[in-house]
């Protein structure tokens, strides 16, 4: 396997960076740049501990300790008054008040339209149910409502839906919206005074600033509900550095030998036949087929298109159409495998994937995508130059009759081989 990392002009230079000139045709926008598996994730921020002074489970333990080592009522009514002090602090409301600040690879403009897009149209990656109210498509997703937790939340002003800082942005320099209704929180908040605003700002070194802040007058449980909500911020804006991210490409070169007579177009369609159709050697069943180029692995469900089949360029695209938390861990996926026919013969097989892992998800997508495109690519070339080969399961040490022939051409055959 063969790392390559490429970038764009406004994104930060990675030291493991090649030359930027050196585009990746599968860039989907004028701002993609391309990082090695090797990048390192940003560690996240830590918050207070909580609930503050003492939990109401260790309250019982401190009154046996107390009354064991010092059997006074004086003293448990010491451990009473401070617990019940803390509990009123805990419970006593006020304004709560989150912000947080990201430095991201795109321009203000993206970075707005980003956000539109991921987390207000999206949710966040948050466990919601986004609807859209209102019937005018000039609206722009002006109100949401968020289900099952009820609550209503609208886009104030005009701001959001005019153009201004960059040429050819959909939304304003910044972002501000409200609660209309605070839904099953309405208890714990006073009415109409959550409000949020994301400002979007050129940053000192290319790419952009996102300030994000978000105030409310809670009714009970102030310090909870601070907590929560800078814990939400921080998420979804996780979130949207990796919906935004540098995109992750993984590359690996494979040399086939003497393919059967075959040249670089053949090849090609061989590919989509074992491959993409066929499964690749992989330990899981053959993906099924439902047409006009489209298939589902499963597990996990996961349904990948081909959307490019060039037989003058030798070239196959395909990408995966449901990307998600239960599928494929990412937020966008496009795969590309280009065949050159070379001297004697030979064709050079070039395996490419452009990802953007979700936040978090990064080590185990990298690894489970690397390692599936080289034993695909293994077990291809195993069934191009040793046509129907087997490799015989034998008992320990080699004795007696073979167990069991399996096709060198697929995974446990390359495990035994």
């Known amino acids: 396997a063969i790392i390559s ?35 390192a994730m940003t560690p996240e921020s830590s918050n207070a501990p909580w609930p503050p002074k003492m939990s109401s489970a260790l309250f019982p333990l401190l009154l ?62 948050l466990p919601l149910l986004v609807m859209k109210l209102g019937k005018k498509s000039e609206d722009e997703f002006r109100r949401r409502f968020l289900s099952p937790v009820m609550v209503e939340e609208v886009l104030k002003g005009d701001s959001w839906k005019t153009p201004g800082g960059a040429v050819g942005s959909r939304y304003g320099q910044s972002i501000e919206y409200g609660v209309a209704d605070a839904g099953i ?33 809670a009714a009970h449980r ?12 921080d998420y979804v804006s996780d979130g949207l550095e990796a919906y935004i991210a540098v995109p992750q490409l993984y590359r690996r070169w494979t040399r086939i030998l003497g393919a059967a007579g075959q040249d670089a177009t053949e090849v090609a369609r061989e590919w989509v036949d074992f491959c993409f159709y066929g499964g690749g050697g992989l330990p899981s069943p053959p993906p099924v087929r439902l047409g006009d180029g489209l298939t589902m692995r499963i597990p996990p469900f996961l349904l990948e298109r081909m959307t490019l089949l060039d037989g003058d360029a030798n070239e196959v695209r395909y990408g995966a159409k449901n990307p998600g938390l239960f599928t494929y861990q990412v ?17 050079m097989m070039l395996w490419e994937v452009e990802i953007r892992p979700y936040g978090g998800w990064k080590p185990y997508v990298k690894s489970i995508t690397s390692m599936a495109v080289s034993t695909m690519a293994r077990d291809f070339k195993s069934h191009l130059e040793e046509p129907g080969a087997k490799v015989a399961l034998k008992l320990p040490r080699g004795k007696g009759e073979p167990l069991l022939q399996i096709p060198k051409s697929s995974w446990a055959g390359g495990v035994l081989d």
């Open 5 to 39: 990392s490429h970038q764009a002009k406004q994104a930060p230079k990675s030291p493991i960076e090649q030359n930027p000139s050196d585009r990746h045709p599968l860039a989907g926008k004028s701002n993609a740049r391309f990082s090695s598996w090797a990048e």
């Open 64 to 125: 046996l300790l107390s009354a064991s080592s010092i059997p006074s009522s004086s003293a448990l009514s010491t451990v009473s008054t401070q617990y019940l002090d803390g509990l009123s602090g805990f419970n006593a409301g006020g304004a709560v008040y989150a912000t947080t600040e990201r430095h991201l690879p795109v321009s203000p403009s993206e970075a707005r339209d980003a956000w539109m897009d991921y987390a207000w149209k999206g949710g966040g990656g």
């Open 185 to 217: 929180f309405s208890m714990e908040m006073y009415k109409r005074t959550h409000s949020g605003s994301v400002n979007f700002r050129p940053g000192e070194n290319g790419g952009s600033v996102m300030n994000w802040d978000v105030q409310v007058e």
């Open 222 to 233: 102030a310090s909870l509900w601070q907590k929560a909500f800078q814990a939400n911020i």
């Open 331 to 347: 937020h966008s996926h496009a795969g590309k495998v280009t065949f050159t026919d070379m001297a004697r013969g030979e064709v």
